[in-house]
């Protein structure tokens, strides 16, 4: 594992990166920045995310975490940087990758079943005339009994509970039988039991060698759920396994007098 | 005029009257189908822009047509004009609401009112001129089937049948991009050309039915019919098909009972006809419908009203109010005159032993997941499990008997 570092205050880049860990790491972004008109809202970001892994992107509201997953996914426009995926360019790799989006990010009235939305997860795969076999159903059933759904498979999506809903975004993601996995705040807003669920599916996907990749708000769990942490403000402040680069220091630098002091603290005593 | 729309409807009313219910059929399905997609991407009204944005282009094509020597009344060469203007107008939106402050909204207003202002003008120009009287340039406002030459009905099929083609073949794309543009784009799929394929699809219907149901109301055939499947499905790929079949019904008759009343125009026909079913939808649909709604409303009352008298026995109250009195007098829980019957005690003796379980089942599982499905209507053992619920009377002790009783 890389050695972990700091940004100094004067904003140094965070030195993670040489070849040779890009082309170990799941994902591998380089000067990365992007702009809202001509405030950048990502200012020049490079980090790797070690394959077979779970990490986390963490930072205050508005420090460009969900930006940062937008623009590798070439959602939002990218003012400059590259982004690769196992060592090559995205743009080639897209089947072996899956993104699950913020919940509040459709419109849950859509005409669709919770079984149509999973299989919207294997339409790369079908491609444009592909019909959808016995095998295709299959699988969409069996993902949706992995996120504990498989009940609720002619459902409208609307008359679900926020929980459920995201479970079946996780479900869609499933489908794709990706390698690497991009969450955009998979735990908020859900209950106790979909937190649970969600956690153990990304656990299991890890023990079987996938990366994981999750932009995440609650500091409490960062420590318990990941492996892998990379702390951002708009710029990148700190990367590197959780024991090391989330400490009271890094939080500090990160969210500035936006914690409390008396927060940081029981942060840090979970630590030891 | 009866007979003829009976002889129109069951297409014996000549070779060409037939093409022209089955092209109107096609374009039909075709509007509804695409349209789906307008409706769920949320862009109806780019459509109603695109629409009017044809006219200008009419109008050129036939000054150039005339100029070049040829008929003006060409359908190919005026269609490819409305296409030309109605491409430019669709540009002009995408740029104003991209480049400037102006909202999505307010672009559809301004082209809309100048493409159509700039188009009326033209038309009234070559109605002055000599190749311009009997050109009928007007027909491509409300549509009008009389006098339709054969070609012009063929091309019409032809056209609504390749439009069907390609939105059956764009079907997933587009269902994910109206879905979720951003899982799209991760996906790979390139959304603004996934749109813009929407958009041109839209567009080639706008153009094919300018002769049939006229510019102002193509926006109509193509959103009314999605909208009204909406109420008989929950799945897209449900809508679209239903979709297609109402615009393609709305069409034929539309087309059919405007060529046997020649003095109609065949465009607010079809629209009539697809608000019609819209109507009909509206009201009786099983899930979404206004009746089904109130009705679902009025047995949930129903319930509560039920619950409520069965409570009140329970704890020896007087019920006052007028419907609970009826809806338990005519299950044979309460006498007429309000004194509650044998069976009206033993119901209400469960309720009441139902609301102590309830009581303790809050008070061991703290886990608001459970005990807060409490609401006062959910029964018990819809939460609970059989052991459990005899823990719950456990703990209660032995039944006590309700004054009266």
Redesign the interface.
Known sequence: MPEIALAARDGHRVPPADADSAARAALSIRGLTVSYGEKPAVFSVDADFPAAAMSAIVGPNGAGKSTML?AV???VPRLSGTVSVFGAPI?GM??R???V?QRA???WD????VR??VL?GL??Q?G??GRIGGAHSARAEACLARVGMADFGHR?IGQLSGGQQQRVFLA?ALA?EAELY?LDEPFAGV???TERAIIEVLKDLRAAGKSVIAVHHDLATVRSYFDHVFLINVRPVAQGPVATAFTSETLHATYGGRLAATHLDELALAAI | MLDGLGEALLLRAGYNAALVGIGAALLGFAAGAAGTFLF?RKRALVSDALAHATLPGVGVAFILLVAAGGDGRSLTGLMLGAAVSAALGLWVVEWLARRTRLTEDAAIGAVLSAFFGFGVVLLTHIQTLQAGRQAGLESFLLGATAGMLRQDAIVIAAGGALAVLATW??R??M??V??????A????LDVRRIDLAMMALVMAITVIGLKIVGLILIVALLIIPPVTA?FW???????IWIAGGLGAVAGYLGATISASAPALPTGPIIVLVAAALFALSLIFAPARGVAAALLRHRRFQARVHRRQGLLAIGHGETILEPFTLRLLTAEGLVRPDGVATEAGRAQAARIARDERRWAVAREIHQDA?LSGRYDGLTPIDAVFTADEIAEFDRRIGPPVALGGA
């Open positions: 937008k996914l070439g959602m743009e897209r089947r990758l899956a993104y989006p990010s459709v419109d859509f005409p669709a079943t149509d939305v919207m339409y790369p079908l444009l005339i409208q869609r794709q991009l209950d106790a039991a | 769920l073949l764009l997933r794309p269902t994910l109206a879905f979720d543009p951003g899982y784009a991760s996906s790979g909406r499905t929950d799945r897209s790929g449900a809508v997941a």
